[in-house]
């Protein structure tokens, strides 16, 4: 699928199907993957779905465990599979994360990431996280 060719396609014309509309979705996806986001167009995530995942992860850092409080700015919302790897914004691939964790791994994979300080142990923590979470 050449998605700039559809993106583009679609851009100056009304969509007028459910065919094209998933279309359009889906090389938008591809669109984002390989050239980003605008600048500030980056899909936003609602207080309502942060709230949820933080009530999911208990309010700790899946990763390393701290405890965070919500609103804050050490507590960060994680894409488990980076959005520049393929990841979305829905819940399953969202967790939280303290900002070390966050910034640590940036846009790898979790199978990439040695842990924030590379130790064994971080990544056992990982896994248990993803086992109650995503598995
Ligand atoms: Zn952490």
């Given amino acids: ?19 094209e509309m998933n279309l ?4 938008m996806h591809e669109y984002h993957i390989k050239f980003g986001y605008e ?10 779905k942060r ?5 999911k992860c208990n309010g700790k850092c899946v990763y390393c465990g701290k405890q965070l409080t919500l609103g804050t700015f050490d507590a960060c919302i994680d894409h488990v599979i980076p959005i ?4 979305n914004n829905e819940d399953d691939n969202l967790v ?4 070390k964790c966050n910034s640590s791994k940036g846009t790898k994979l979790l199978s990439e990431w ?3 300080d590379g130790k064994w ?5 990982i896994k248990r996280a993803l086992q109650q979470l995503i598995m």
């Fill in 24 to 27: 359009y979705n889906k090389a």
């Fill in 114 to 116: 040695e842990g924030n």
């Fill in 84 to 87: 520049a790897k393929g990841g």
């Fill in 39 to 48: 600048k500030g167009k980056r899909p936003k995530i609602s207080k309502p």
């Fill in 121 to 125: 142990e971080l990544r056992n923590n």
């Fill in 51 to 55: 709230k949820r995942v933080f009530e």
């Fill in 1 to 19: 699928m050449d998605c700039v060719k559809i993106v583009n396609y679609f851009k100056h014309r009304q969509i007028l199907s459910l065919d």
């Fill in 96 to 99: 939280v994360a303290c900002r």
